[in-house]
């Protein structure tokens, strides 16, 4: 995938109608934060869809402000509740999987953000993408399960897809203007974590609480815990891999404590571009909304004098196993990263359960891998569902727990 390069057609106008949104996760980080940038720019944005999977009093809250002609809770009891408090309001609302599928492909959707955590983020995904919406993704499982059936969906139905995940934000940010044929590497920078420096005999003993201080980002448990195991990297390399279509030998990782170069690209004449900004998501998030343009916005800038340096390190496949796993599961294809991902999220739940050890969340999810995967060429979306479904099951079962 390559930024467009602005014409006539997309470029602003003054009287531009808003931009609308479908916001599925509403209620977690991305998507209040979303909601922030809409804030923003009430002109250039409004709300159509608000999604949510529990939290029906945060998204009977967003609905009222936003005024969103649709809702959709995955929650049965959540969805009793919206029904009855936004009876009168106009308001539409839907439940589970078939409503997050239809909101995404209502006409009066412009962009979809998708900013609801795990696998549960691809079938909305393609359906958006199949009614040819113009879908900002944040949702990094989607692409790292299902990106064969998201390409095939974008080559179709002629949707775009842009990169929320400031990685990708920053590669797609350093990549305008440029040719794909001159492309030679892709840098992505990583913090390294909370347990950068920690003494390794020491991760046994590592909890949630500890795992759930991120250093720089704020985020949703979920993606805060991978980013401690470092899975979050290997999912962005397989993520980067069906982004901007280059292999794993071409996509590199390297640690950068203070998370202020967001990633890089080298060029084949050896030149290095980088983005930098504060860690915010908010500047990517507004950069999928705004892209071609640029808003003014009132963001923090880098105050470089204050900065002072910029560190960078390999990262440590001993401390962080989870990463060579992710580039193992991209290198065998198939179901693999499917499989890679399903463990992941399963083992992280049951680590935030306190059922299991940090470190176990590298052996179970090395084991599924090992044992689950595939290499079916492209495995269709019934072949992924039973791939997250066997690894989840095999996942609870090697951890002792009993399946529900
Ligand atoms: P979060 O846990 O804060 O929010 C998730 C949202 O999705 C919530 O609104 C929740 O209700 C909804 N949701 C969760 N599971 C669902 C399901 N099964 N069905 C329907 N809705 C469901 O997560 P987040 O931190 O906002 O992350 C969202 C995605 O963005 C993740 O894929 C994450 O990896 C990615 N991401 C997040 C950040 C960040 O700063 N938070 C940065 C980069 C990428
Ligand atoms: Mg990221």
């Not at 979303?34 to 998204?59: C, E, G, K, M, W």
């Not at 992505?188 to 003494?199: C, E, V």
């Not at 900004?277 to 909304?289: H, S, T």
């Not at 992280?348 to 060429?377: G, K």
Request: include cysteine; hydrophobic fraction near 45%; charged fraction near 20%.
């Amino acid at each position: 995938m390559q930024p467009v390069q602005e014409t006539s057609e997309t470029a602003s106008s003054p009287v531009a109608a808003p931009r609308r949104l479908a916001v599925l996760g509403a209620t977690g980080s991305i998507g209040t934060q979303t909601l922030d940038i809409v804030r923003l720019f009430p002109d250039r944005l409004s709300v159509q869809v608000l999604t949510a999977r529990r939290n029906a009093a945060r998204l009977l809250q967003q609905a009222l402000e936003f005024r969103p002609a649709c809702v959709v809770i995955d929650d049965p009891e959540g969805y009793r509740q919206l029904r009855e408090a936004l009876a009168g309001t106009g308001i539409e609302v839907l439940q589970g999987e078939e409503g997050l599928c239809a909101c995404v492909q209502r006409p009066d959707v412009d962009v979809v953000v998708a900013a609801l955590v795990g696998f549960a983020g691809l079938r909305p995904v393609l359906a958006a993408l199949e009614a040819g919406k113009l879908v900002a993704l944040a949702n990094k499982e989607t692409l790292v399960a299902g990106g064969a059936l998201v390409h095939e969906a974008l080559r179709r139905y002629g949707g775009t897809l842009i990169p929320v995940d400031s990685e990708h934000s920053a590669i797609f940010q350093c990549l305008v203007g440029e040719e794909p044929a001159s492309v030679e590497a892709l840098i992505l920078t990583a913090s390294g974590g909370p347990f950068r420096t920690r003494p390794l005999e020491t991760f046994d003993r590592i909890t949630p609480d500890e795992a759930l201080c991120h250093p720089n980002w704020s985020m949703g448990a979920k993606v805060t815990v991978d980013s401690a195991t470092m899975m979050n990297k290997g999912l962005e390399v397989i993520e980067a891999h069906w982004l901007f279509e280059l292999p794993a030998e071409r996509i590199q990782v390297l640690v950068h404590p203070q998370s202020i170069v967001h990633s890089m690209v080298t060029f084949v004449d050896g030149s290095t571009k980088a983005q930098l900004g504060v860690p915010d998501m908010r500047l990517p998030i507004q950069y999928a909304l705004s892209y071609p343009e640029r808003w003014e916005a009132p963001h923090e800038r880098i105050d470089w004098v204050q900065l002072g340096q910029l560190d960078f390190e390999a990262p440590d496949p001993a401390r962080f196993p989870c990463l060579p796993l992710a580039y193992e599961a991209l290198r065998r294809g198939g179901t693999a990263p499917a499989v890679l991902n399903a463990a992941n999220e399963q083992a992280v739940q049951l680590f935030l359960q306190e059922q299991i050890r940090f470190t176990d969340i590298a052996r179970l999810v090395e084991a599924a891998l090992e044992y689950l995967s595939e290499p079916e060429p492209v495995p269709s979306y019934e072949h992924l569902q039973e791939a997250d479904r066997r690894a989840r099951h095999y996942v609870l079962e090697l951890a002792g727990v009993a399946a529900h």
